[in-house]
């Protein structure tokens, strides 16, 4: 159960790729899942509720199974015996002629792995350090001490499994095309996009300086749109509105008295106004964009604009930066919470973001924006 390659002559068929994470987990697995689907009849993405969207803006990707996973949704439903068989079901109506389980260094393949094997699965790949019995057929083993960007190590696992990227791929991280006209949304494109929304508290910059940093882009002359999911209205509209000289949305977020203008006509709230590949286009449109660790911004790497990144140190930045753009990594990267995967900051004041100002923000965005004739 060690790498053993596919003959590169043979026939893979359909082949079944897992990563039922969020979405941005499922936007950094898409150059390996165009390896995969450079050489098979069809490719079926098994994802979480989380990440099913941008799986479907992938491509590659015929069609998308979802499930949760227990042992990695944030929500974790219970292990039950018709919540496993609805998984088996749909993947024995799949018929997958293998499977590549794709994780992160923290995560094991092996629960998978097992429910794959009774689904009948006859192939399943996957990284794993841990001994995996029958439960592999190709066991990639990885030196997980050694930061590596994720798209690369799910690279690394389909080229194990025998696949690779045809040629003239660049292995950047894409999505389907076309995407929707959203001039109607967003305006004419070389704006600069900002999404304070995050999946776990302990990624977040304050909602002070993301209020202070629009003001401060809308000063120097840039049009900002903030972005938002629609469990984010709240924060974009207290964000947009406090930018704007407003009461500031619910929070109550008032102007900081800063001696920075207000910006009424400058700042577009776009909070879940926005599905998946419109946000996709208000992103392409951009000349940069502002996010923490979270999905969009990996989004925003998929159409090619650059990133400044407000990235907590709880996971690796070298792992899960925005990938393959232009980008400025802001933020304590050797924080007290480094590495704890936390998803609620365990530090009080939550000093690795809560340190960056918002002029060293303006300031990288004005290091990476691109005109938007280049960003196209």
Known sequence: MTDMPLDPEGEPGTVLVARPDNAGDVLLAGPAIRAVAARAREVVLLAGPYGRAAGELLPGVSRVLEWRAPWIDPAAPPVTG???????????????????????????????ALLLRLAGVPRICAISNDYPGSLLDVRHVVDEDVDVPETERML?????????????????????RPLPDVTHLAGPPAYVAVHPGVSAPARAWPAGHWARLVRLLAARGHRVVVTGGPGERALTAEIAGAAAGGPGGPGGLADAGDG???APGGVLDLGGRTGLAELAAVLEGACAVVAANTGPAHLAA?????????????VPAARWAPYGVPCVVLGDQHAPCRGSRARLCPVPGHPCLSSVQAEQVAQAVGRVAVPREVAV
């Not at 919540?83 to 018929?95: K, N, S, W």
């Not at 998929?302 to 709880?314: C, D, H, M, N, Y």
């Open 302 to 314: 998929a159409v090619g604009t650059p990133v400044v990144s407000l990235f907590a140190p709880v």
């Open 82 to 112: 018709e919540h496993v068989a609805r998984l088996i079901d749909e993947v024995r109506r799949t018929a997958p002629d293998q499977a590549l389980i794709f994780t992160s260094f923290h995560q094991s393949a092996l629960p998978l």
């Open 260 to 262: 920075l203008p207000a």
């Open 156 to 176: 690394g696992l389909v080229r194990a499994a025998g696949f690779d990227l045809p040629a003239g791929d660049d292995g950047r991280l894409a999505v389907r």
